[in-house]
């Protein structure tokens, strides 16, 4: 699941600070990422409110299929109480029968709302067929009973087509269900060149939204 550049998480500089990280510094590979955007879109959804969302984070990357790393991002006027986003994450990446395989879980956390009852968890699985990314989330718990009840999921299909000139176009539908509500369905069209992104994004619940991105790693 990708929020915004999620996968790419400035957090580095106090990781590898640490003397208990020394180990894991000199023996797994550490990347870190910083982004902005002139609106945070998950799912199709401003989680920003429509306001510009800064973000960064570090993964680490253990060399035998196992990653772990966190993520941050600012939420401006749409956070409900909460002014930034934390996640933590862990995976493993494998190959079956000439297919990449990944299985992860995502922990989003939402401090300074009441209660703590934005955050929730997923689990998902992810693989490519015939050059589209094909993702599928579970929501594993809730900090919300009622939302802890439901069984909800969410299936990402993207493709990535080269232009060339280090141009890349990327389609993306999306669509979440729910037992107790209508299935709502996204859609994104995304032009990219080096660490800039321009995409629209339409959502059945939402306006749709023409937003400027920049990220860069570590």
Do not use: C
Request: aromatic letters at 12%; zero cysteines; proline letters at 1%.
């Amino acid at each position: 699941m990708q929020k915004f550049t999620k996968t790419s998480r400035a957090l580095a500089a106090l990781l590898v600070s640490g003397t208990a990280l020394t180990g894991i510094a000199s023996a797994a590979e550490i990347s870190g990422n910083v982004g902005a955007t002139t609106d945070y879109i998950w799912r199709g959804n401003t989680q920003a409110g429509g306001d510009a969302s800064l973000s960064g984070g570090i993964d680490i990357d253990f060399g035998n299929g196992f990653a772990v790393g966190t993520w941050t991002g600012s939420l401006g006027g749409g956070g409900a109480d909460a002014n930034y986003e934390q996640d933590l994450y862990a995976s493993y990446s494998t190959e079956i029968a000439g297919y990449p395989l990944e299985v992860g879980y995502i922990s989003y956390m939402y401090p300074g709302a009441a209660d703590s009852e934005l955050d929730f968890a997923d689990i998902y699985v992810s693989t490519s067929i015939a050059g589209i990314g094909v993702s599928y989330y579970m929501l594993a718990s809730a900090e919300d009973d009622a939302m802890d009840d439901e069984e909800g999921t969410y299936l990402s299909l993207d493709y990535d087509y080269d232009l060339g000139d280090d141009w890349t176009m990327t389609l993306h539908y999306g669509m979440e269900s729910f037992e107790e509500a209508e299935d709502d369905e996204d859609t994104s069209i995304s032009l990219s060149k080096g660490d800039m992104t321009f995409t629209v994004s339409g959502d059945e619940g939402d306006d749709t939204r023409a937003i400027v991105s920049w990220g860069t790693s570590f």
